[in-house]
Each structure stands twice: as structure tokens, then as C-alpha cells.
């Protein structure tokens, strides 16, 4: 039966060549123009895919993928952005966004791309219905995700910790910012562990709705709850004696941050309406774009799980602190366009070498893939050339991350710390919108209010005496 995606984009020409595009290629389509929309469509209908303009006139991309995943937290979304916002686009990630596609659409680009999310998709689905069924495929439970190692001492490291921290049952934080390779690490981890043959469970806990999160993890029983109309496996049982890796794992709610604890400290769980603990074996990685260590100081993450996970760290850095891996990568990114695009192109060519060696890849390795493919699809040469990348890439002085970056480095010193003082005053002190709004990650805030010395004053309490 032919599958059926959700355009929805507020440029009418845009989804009627969409919509008509994908029915030729047997897909059944539906395109609308508003958030509001597609939210109903999706109410209303069953599709196994959404294609999602970023910029909607109601709602922007970051609001429609949470409101897609409270409606169906499986749903894969592809968010469509002009490249000046691939920056903005990948942080999505987070919040459980399955690739991007940037304008100007090509044809070839965004069919291969709906594909192979569809098919990565199905392929997660059919494990956990193997598992509900009681059947074990191991051949199609292991991973066949490539993952390569750079040369650059980083990578080297990398790879060393992995080899050493794989026999073991140790469990792991992976840390790093988004599109750095955080789950290819935990694969890695998996494949060279004596659980090698069992399930890998990649569970997203930025597309987890919290009225779900504990059902998906933990599973329920029939009647739990208002919709629990049978038994539900959760993820923990699906990869029962294999490994679960926890994506975005400073998103859990405090509930189940507390049934997560338990689970590492009597290796049990209780599935939501049930009273009879169930005994799993599995091995927890877990990985994060933000500071845990912030995030327990501040209350958001409780301290005893934080040092329950972290009995091995392993720090994933940017690709644009890394050069030496930059060209490693996109070579082998550029072997995978091959296969999939039917191409035989060789190499870069010398320019595009020192573009790629001096951008500062914002995306990270997913933006590299991106721009590899893109590039690939769009050459007829031996050689990708620099006609084949964005502007953005090509003349970085026109880059508008560049321009909006700029607002913390076009001042210093005192000036500086007002900058980001008024910011956070701004929203009430609460971090990630400062640091949204100033442009900058999380982390790099912290070091700022480090530096700077900048602290909330609490409120002094008033004694009044008569």
C-alpha cells in the first residue's frame, strides 16, 4: 500500500508542485498551508510522514513538531528551510525532527531523503512489533549504520574510549552539540559489546510528549489510562538484553527521571497501571547537547540519577574544532551519495576542500551529510565544485549566522556583560531563551555568566515585626 505524506507549507505553488510530484511517485498526498491545518489533517488521518515548512504563518517549526509528536511521537518529520536557518533547523533535532531538506527543492534530493526516513522508520516499528510478538530477528536487529573514525587526535580518542568502554555494563553519557555523531557513538558502543547480538533501542526523549514519555519508555497495561486499549511494551522491555540510548535524556520529566533511577538500581520496571515489577537486563547510554552538571545545579536534573549515568563520559567535539576529519567525512559521505544518487563522482576539487576546511559547519557531521549529498546531486563533473554549494558556504561574509553571531562579538568587556544581563532580565532569567535569543549555545552562555560573574539576585525575604 503506497504511503502517505502531509505537506504543509504556506506557499500554495510550493505544495501543489509538491503534492504533484509526490503522486507521481506513488505516494498518496495531502498539502495544506497552515499549522492549524495539518494539525486537524493529522487528527483526522493516518500518514507515515510530514513534511514541514519551518516558517508557517501560525505556528513556527519548532512549535508544529511538538504539537506532531504529542499527537503521534513515532510520526517522522522533515523540516523544509532555506539554508540561512539550517542552523535553526537542526536544533529541531532535539525535539525529535527526522532530516531537513533546504530551498531551493530538488527532486531527486527530497525523494531519497522522504525514503530513507520512511525506511529507517519501518524499521524501528517492525522491532518493536517483533518484540510484542515474541519473535527475535537478530540479523535485523543489529545495526547496519556505517560509522568511520577521523584522524584527527579527537576521533582517535574517541574511538579508544569506545573500545574500552564496550565489554563492559558500565553506563555511558555521550555529550556533544547537536549533529555531532552522539548516537553513532552508542552504536559503536553496542556493536563491540558482548550485546552486540541483542536489540539497539534509540528512544528520543526531545520528541517524547510528557503525558507519553513514561508509556514509551516503560510500557503499560490495558486500561491504564484513558487510550491504552491493550497491552504496551515499552522501550526498556523491547531492548531487554541489549542497549537502550537515551537521545536528549535532560528532557525526561522529574517522574521519570525518578523511574529511570530505579530501573538502574534494581534493574526493574513497572509498566503504568500494573503492580508487578518485570526484571530487565539492559545496558543505558545516554547523551546530551547541554551541561548535566548545570542542569542538576540549576534543579532540572536530579544530581543522584546524573551520577548513577556517568560512570563513563565521552565528549564529542564540533567538527569545526576537528579539520583534520573534515575531509575524511565528507569523502565518506560522499561514497554514500554515490550509492544512492547512482553517481561515480571522484572527489572535491581544491576549492571547495578550503571552503569546507574554513565554514564552521553549524549543523556539525549532519550538516556536512547534507551539503555533500546536495552537492553530489546538483554535480555532472568528476569533481564537486563551489558552484555546487550554498552562497552561504561560498561567500561566508554574506552569511547571515554571521550577522546574528556578531551580536555578542560586536561588543566586549562591560558592554558585553550588559548585553547579556538585559537578555536575561529580559525572559525572567531562564537561560535557554537568552541563549536563543542571543545566538549562542547553552554552554557558551554558562562560560559567559562564569566570566562575567553574573548571578540572580535572589529575593531578600522581609521580616516584619510589631
Not at 510530514?50 to 508557517?56: A, F, G, K, S
Not at 547496519?144 to 555511558?172: C, F, R, T, W
Not at 549533529?179 to 550485546?195: C, D, M, N, W
Not at 562579538?409 to 556583560?417: F, I, L, P, T, Y
Amino acid at each position: 500500500m503506497p504511503e502517505s505524506i502531509l505537506v504543509i507549507d504556506d506557499d500554495k505553488d510550493l505544495c501543489r508542485i509538491l503534492a504533484n510530484f509526490l503522486e507521481k511517485k506513488q505516494f498518496h498526498t495531502k498539502a495544506v498551508e497552515s499549522g492549524e491545518e495539518g494539525l486537524k489533517l493529522l487528527e483526522e488521518g493516518k500518514f507515515d510522514l510530514v513534511l514541514c515548512d519551518y516558517r508557517l504563518p501560525d505556528l513556527t517549526g519548532l512549535e508544529m513538531l511538538k504539537k506532531i509528536k504529542r499527537l503521534d511521537p513515532k510520526m517522522p518529520v522533515i523540516i523544509i528551510t532555506g539554508y540561512s536557518d539550517v542552523r535553526t533547523a537542526v536544533e529541531t533535532f532535539k525535539f525529535g525532527a527526522s532530516d531537513y531538506v533546504t530551498k531551493p527543492l530538488y527532486p531527486d534530493e527530497l525523494l531519497i531523503t522522504i525514503k530513507e526516513t520512511i525506511s529507517k522508520t519501518k524499521s524501528k516499528n517492525e522491532q518493536v512489533e517483533r518484540h510484542e510478538k515474541g519473535k527475535s530477528d537478530k540479523n535485523n536487529e543489529q545495526t547496519d549504520i556505517p560509522y568511520i573514525v577521523g584522524p584527527s587526535p579527537q576521533s582517535i580518542s574517541v574511538q579508544k574510549h569506545i573500545e574500552l568502554i564496550a565489554p563492559s555494563n558500565m553506563s555511558v553519557i555521550v555529550e556533544g552539540d547537536t549533529g555531532t555523531g552522539k548516537e553513532f557513538v552508542a552504536q559503536a558502543i553496542h556493536r563491540l559489546s558482548p550485546r552486540a547480538h541483542a536489540p539497539f533501542v534509540a528512544i528520543d526523549c526531545g520528541s517524547l510528549p510528557k503525558e507519553l514519555a513514561g508509556s514509551e519508555l516503560f510500557g503499560h497495561v490495558k486500561g491504564a489510562f484513558t487510550g491504552a486499549i491493550g497491552d504496551k511494551l515499552g522501550s526498556f522491555e523491547v531492548a531487554n538484553g541489549g542497549t537502550i540510548f537515551l537521545d536528549e535524556i535532560g528532557n525526561l520529566t522529574y517522574e521519570n527521571q525518578v523511574k529511570l533511577l530505579r530501573v538502574i538500581q534494581e534493574r526493574k520496571i513497572k509498566k503504568i497501571g500494573d503492580h508487578h515489577d518485570i526484571d530487565i537486563d539492559v545496558r543505558i547510554i545516554v547523551a546530551t547537547n547541554e551541561d548535566l552538571i548545570n542542569s542538576y545545579k540549576e534543579g532540572r536534573f536530579r544530581e543522584d540519577l546524573y551520577h548513577r549515568l556517568n560512570e563513563f563520559k565521552i565528549s564529542l567535539v564540533p567538527i569545526r574544532e576537528r579539520k583534520d576529519d573534515i575531509m575524511a567525512f565528507a569523502n565518506f559521505f560522499l561514497s554514500k551519495a554515490n550509492a544512492s544518487l547512482k553517481k561515480n563522482i571522484e572527489g572535491f576539487s581544491d576549492t571547495v576542500v578550503e571552503l569546507f576546511l574554513n565554514y564552521h559547519w553549524y549543523g556539525n557531521l549532519r550538516e556536512l551529510s547534507n551539503v555533500v549529498k546536495r552537492a553530489a546531486l546538483l554535480t555532472n563533473g568528476q569533481y564537486i565544485g563551489a558552484d555546487s554549494l550554498p552562497n552561504e558556504i561560498t561567500n561566508p561574509a554574506e552569511d547571515s549566522y554571521s550577522c546574528e553571531q556578531n551580536l555578542l562579538k560586536s561588543v566586549s568587556g562591560n558592554a558585553e556583560r550588559q548585553v547579556i544581563l538585559s537578555t536575561l532580565e529580559q525572559v525572567n532569567f531562564n537561560k535557554s531563551k537568552a541563549a536563543e535569543i542571543l545566538n549562542i549555545d547553552r554552554k557558551t552562555l554558562y562560560n559567559k555568566l562564569k566570566l562575567y560573574n553574573i548571578q540572580r539576585e535572589k529575593k531578600k525575604s522581609i521580616l516584619v515585626s510589631y
